[in-house]
């Protein structure tokens, strides 16, 4: 309420709630998309994320109620991407057998950073005494998140491209021509 004075807690609720809805919607149409190609998670994963960075970056800039909505149904519709693609990506990345660690990793940094973010960000805000730097380092978080997860992507990718599979030409079933199988026709 103190970062949005003379507005009531029900309008400031109610961005929270737009949040949510945006969410929601973001899980449910992005999960659909994920399931047309095995590569969208990775590129869902991506742009959502960098989006959540620049939403982030952009909140700075709103200037009325109506912009905070829009933006946070944004922001939800961008978390919804990312969240609902995380695990594919994690598997498409690097492997069903390494998805516990992996998912282990990124749970406990979430846990580290929502532990720690919050009372750092808000001496960040004390000291440089603006209150929008809190949103321009999230935003600068969530897109160099980006930076860790493209190596992966991209020698994934030149894998892909260089690898050589055996063609399959035709499978047969030895069974069938074993000439000592009499027929009863």
Not at 55 to 84: E, H, K, P, R, W
Not at 106 to 135: N, R, T, W
Not at 139 to 163: D, E, K, N, T
Request: hydrophobic residues 45%; glycine residues 10%; proline residues 5%.
């Amino acid at each position: 309420m103190t970062s949005l004075p003379g507005h009531t807690s029900s309008e400031v609720a109610l961005i929270v709630s737009i949040s949510g809805a945006g969410n929601i919607f973001g899980r449910c149409l992005f999960s659909v998309v994920a399931m047309l190609n095995q590569n969208f998670p990775l590129h869902i994963s991506i742009t959502a994320t960098t989006a959540c960075g620049l939403i982030n970056i952009i909140v700075a800039l709103c200037q009325n109620m109506n912009d905070f909505y829009i933006t946070g149904g944004f922001y939800g519709l961008a978390c919804g991407g990312f969240s609902v693609v995380w695990c594919p990506m994690l598997v498409r990345l690097f492997g069903l057998e390494n998805l516990p660690k992996f998912l282990g990793g990124q749970l406990l940094m979430q846990g580290i950073g929502s532990l720690c973010g919050p009372p750092l960000q808000s001496y960040l805000a004390d000291v440089f005494g603006h209150k929008e730097v809190i949103f321009y380092i999230t935003g600068a978080s969530f897109i160099s998140s980006i930076l860790v997860v493209l190596p992966f992507l991209l020698r994934r990718q030149r894998g892909s491209r260089h690898r050589d599979d055996p063609a399959v030409t035709g499978v047969t079933n030895q069974a069938v021509e074993l000439d000592s199988i009499d027929s009863p026709v």
